[in-house]
């Protein structure tokens, strides 16, 4: 089945940078789009950035041009560089696949 592991979460200042990543297995994973998801204490999971099997992206609006989504099929993995980090940013990341879900990484975002 397919196993999802995320990395790189933790705390940081307004402003500032972090880079996440999700490591697959378990599938082809350079046939399958890969997505990134957030979920803030009490509210629901929002998709944050989305990449298809051949590299086109999509990104909710509210992270647009600060955001980038990318993948490494021969390592099997898919990255989220965060830029320009702002307190509501604050969450809990998720990588996805096919409807699996990794354990999720902290994200916080705070002075």
């Given at each position: 089945?397919v196993?999802?592991?995320?990395?790189?979460?933790?705390?940081?200042q307004?402003?500032?940078?972090?880079?996440?990543?999700?490591?697959?297995?378990?599938?082809?994973?350079s046939?399958?789009?890969?997505a990134?998801?957030r979920?803030?204490?009490?509210k629901?999971?929002?998709?944050?950035?989305?990449?298809?099997?051949?590299?086109?992206t999509?990104?909710v609006?509210?992270?647009?041009?600060?955001?980038t989504?990318?993948?490494?099929?021969?390592?099997?993995?898919?990255?989220?560089?965060?830029?320009?980090?702002k307190?509501?940013?604050?969450?809990?990341?998720?990588?996805?696949?096919?409807?699996?879900?990794?354990?999720g990484?902290?994200?916080?975002?705070?002075?």
């Open positions: 089945q196993q999802l592991v995320e990395s790189g979460g933790g705390l940081v307004p402003g500032g940078s972090l880079r996440l990543s999700c490591a697959a297995s378990g599938i082809i994973f046939g399958n789009a890969m990134w998801y979920q803030a204490p009490g629901s999971r929002e998709l944050v950035a989305i990449i298809s099997s051949g590299g086109s999509k990104y609006h509210s992270v647009k041009g600060r955001f989504i990318s993948r490494d099929n021969a390592k099997n993995t898919v990255d989220l560089q965060m830029n320009s980090l307190p509501e940013d604050s969450a809990v990341y998720y990588c996805n696949c096919r409807g699996a879900w990794g354990q990484t902290q994200v916080t975002v705070s002075s």
